[in-house]
């Protein structure tokens, strides 16, 4: 549904798997990377829905023991970076500014876990122009 420009659509879909989202996927060599949320997380971005996108993120940061060194844990602090740019767009006076201020704060945490990648990847590329961008 992400594919295809319709958030409100995957949302829909997402909500069903809610309930099982800690649950282990039993096709991945680590047992859950909490994938539910973290695609929750993209549709309420694209959906322009900064803090319930903040929310699904910080579900996978806040359960990093059932995530381990999934992909989702990396990215999920993108995504609470980039949700929280969004409320400061979005927001006024002391929320953008609060907004902001968590934003710079998850870029860093993100640039700094990836400070030894390849300066190549284009999602690191992205998030550094993104960073530099709300300084």
Same mark, same amino acid.
């Given at each position: 549904?992400?594919?295809?420009?319709?958030?409100?659509?995957?949302?829909?879909?997402?909500?069903?798997?809610?309930?099982?989202?800690?649950?282990?996927?039993?096709?991945?060599?680590?047992?859950?990377?909490?994938?539910?949320?973290?695609?929750?997380?993209?549709?309420?971005?694209?959906?322009?829905?900064?803090?319930?996108?903040?929310?699904?993120?910080?579900?996978?940061?806040?359960?990093?023991?059932?995530?381990?060194?999934?992909?989702?844990?990396?990215? #999920? $602090?993108?995504?609470?970076?980039? @949700?929280?740019?969004?409320?400061?767009?979005?927001?006024? /006076? +002391? !929320?953008? *500014?609060? #907004? $902001?201020?968590?934003?710079?704060? @998850?870029?860093?945490?993100?640039?700094?876990?990836?400070? /030894? +990648? !390849?300066? *190549?990847?284009?999602?690191?590329?992205?998030?550094? @122009?993104?960073?530099?961008?709300?300084?």
């Amino acid at each position: 549904m992400l594919d295809r420009k319709n958030p409100a659509g995957a949302l829909n879909r997402l909500q069903a798997a809610s309930s099982i989202e800690s649950g282990a996927s039993v096709f991945l060599v680590n047992l859950s990377c909490v994938h539910q949320a973290y695609v929750r997380g993209e549709a309420y971005l694209a959906a322009g829905e900064g803090n319930s996108a903040a929310a699904e993120f910080q579900k996978i940061l806040d359960h990093s023991g059932i995530v381990w060194n999934c992909w989702t844990g990396a990215l #999920a $602090r993108l995504g609470v970076a980039r @949700a929280n740019a969004l409320q400061s767009r979005t927001s006024h /006076d +002391a !929320d953008a *500014d609060a #907004a $902001r201020v968590r934003a710079l704060a @998850a870029y860093k945490d993100f640039l700094t876990l990836w400070k /030894d +990648a !390849d300066p *190549d990847i284009p999602i690191l590329k992205q998030a550094k @122009a993104e960073y530099a961008k709300l300084q």
